[in-house]
């Protein structure tokens, strides 16, 4: 990282422009390899003492002019000025993305969710504009108790703040519990984005391997024994990026062990609406008689994730503070937002709505999961799952999952690597297949790809 500091104090024009300028020279004047990676952009704007949006409008900059090249989820690196072996073209209408957790844009309601907004803004006109009270639109908190209730979590409308996102809400629970080295317990592997906010937050981060049935409850026993968590981080259905479902057993004790060891749990829940092959996909909230679980929801994966909307429950207890942290956030979710949503599952069958997207979820996940299991099973390792969109896959000893990536990347099949999902690796063997985006086409089309492709990646790229 070194090489990459910047004296900032010499800069005489837009701050973008000047780290724009300086990391071309690099490159120019071959200070910088082809394929050397550049620096992440929060770790590169904090050795330079600038926001997040300065480096990435100088890496957009780069991108545009050639000078750099981006692989998703593995980083952004030099490209070759000669034209050779930079990054793969893509093909701009055929690019299969099994690195994408987004859901397909042909799966949205857009028809119905017009008329949900149309509703909003005739029938709350002007003050659907105003900032909404804190814990957002009682209509729709009224509407969402409903809902928590045909999942089994009994709650009310004083305990749901709404968010904009679940990122959003993990975001804002960990301002408002979390102070600078307290201990935070996560899966192993676990969703990136919840690791870089409990890292920018200062928490010593724990981690706790997954097992095929849910966390390792000896080793999470063991820890306990050394450390005082504040909160332990989880994903008990279908979890990013394994698809490892917790038994009802796990879910039952790891509410057990907070109460015994005194420690709050924070859930991550963003479809645990579809049961898939699961024998519980209740979410662990719904076990939870003693205020114990933090329950975030997301509806990304089941209506539009542009609209950025979710919920957190919270026990009482902890509400004040949420709600503190969420006004420092950014006051309120639009009310347009939070009012169209609430008009959408009120007039639009909301419950028709979940079992046809639960349908093409499933279609999805027998598909991918048969063709995985016979086309790639011989020669990587699979994680065990019963539903969800992800699929966790191993390479055999003596290779490296970001090699990997690059080289089906250059196929038109974008995976990501297993780096992006472990606190510290040890071993980069590990990648995730997504199948939220791609059609039922595409994931015929992709697997088989990456099938076709296994015999020529293993002879070439063993490690010496």
Known sequence: MEKFLIDMNMCNTTKYLYVYNHIKKMIIEENLNVHDKLPPIRKFSKLLGVNNATIIKAYELLEIEGYIYKIVGNGTFVSNLKGENTKPKEKRDGIIHFDSGNPSNDMFPIDSFKYAVNMALEKDGNSIFDYEEGLGSEDLRKNLVEYLNTIKIDTNVDNIQIISGAQQGIDIV?????????????????????????????????????????????????????????????????????????????????????????????????????KFYSDDNRPLRSYDDAGRVIYIKSFSKILMPGLRIGLVEVPSKLIKKILIAKHSSDISTPGLIQKSMYYFMRNFEWDEYLKNMEKVYMDKYCLAKNLIEDKLSKNFRVRKSCGGINFFLELPVDYNSQTFTQFLA????????????????????????????????????????????IDEFLNKYKYK
Do not use: W
């Open 410 to 453: 250059k196929k038109g099949v974008y995976i990501t690597s297993g780096t992006y999902f472990f606190d510290k690796i040890v071993e980069d063997r590990f990648f995730r297949i997504n199948i939220a985006k791609p059609s039922t086409v595409e994931i015929k089309e992709g697997i088989s790809i990456i099938s076709d492709s």
């Open 174 to 274: 960990c301002k408002g519990i979390i102070n600078h080295s307290d201990v935070v317990f996560v899966e192993e592997p676990s969703y990136a984005g919840a690791i870089d906010v409990f890292k920018s937050r200062g928490a010593k981060i724990v981690s706790i391997p997954m097992l095929d049935d849910g966390i390792d409850i000896g080793i999470l026993k063991m820890k306990l024994e050394k450390f005082k968590p504040k909160f332990i981080y989880t994903m008990p259905n279908f979890q990013n990026p394994t698809g490892i479902s917790y038994s009802t057993y796990k879910k039952k004790k790891l509410i057990e062990l907070a109460k015994e060891h005194d420690f709050t749990i924070l859930e991550d829940d963003f479809i645990s609406d579809f």
